[in-house]
């Protein structure tokens, strides 16, 4: 991994000249588990675990691995696939409050259903009806966060 390529990267796709600048104008836009690994814009390969990065001042888009989000631009992604990885190993395990934020904000779930989950995550009895509930959340995150390579989407 090169951060100094990483960080090349990012200047070009900004208004920014700088680095500490640069980097303020990135916002999380998505999260998702590649299907089939995947480049990172540090150079890295294989990378899985992607974050799709939208400026706020010129509106591009650039695809980078979490970990140089994390690291580097300092963006929450690692706490949304931290909650993906702890629900797919149990369905009955909660998503945290960053996982339910983009979910809510990606239209994969309502405006009811993230109330709901804010009401329950963090209660350790649930009834049967809000269990069942909280699994059919979980099942929604999982399903998104999945992302098929445009190779296979297109066949």
Known sequence: MSEYRLTKEIIERSEAENWDQAKLEWRLAEVYEADEPETCLCGHF???ELCVLRNKLNVGMATVGNCCV???LGLPSDLIFQA???VRADNDK???GESIEHAF???WINQ???NF???VMRKRKLSDRQAATK???NLKMMRNMRRVPASQAAG
């Open 94 to 96: 909660s998503l945290n």
């Open 46 to 48: 294989p990378i899985v």
């Open 117 to 119: 989950y804010f009401d």
């Open 112 to 114: 009811w259903e993230r």
């Open 84 to 86: 993906v990885k702890r």
């Open 70 to 72: 994390k690291k580097f």
């Open 105 to 107: 904000g990606k239209g």
């Open 135 to 137: 699994r059919s959340i």
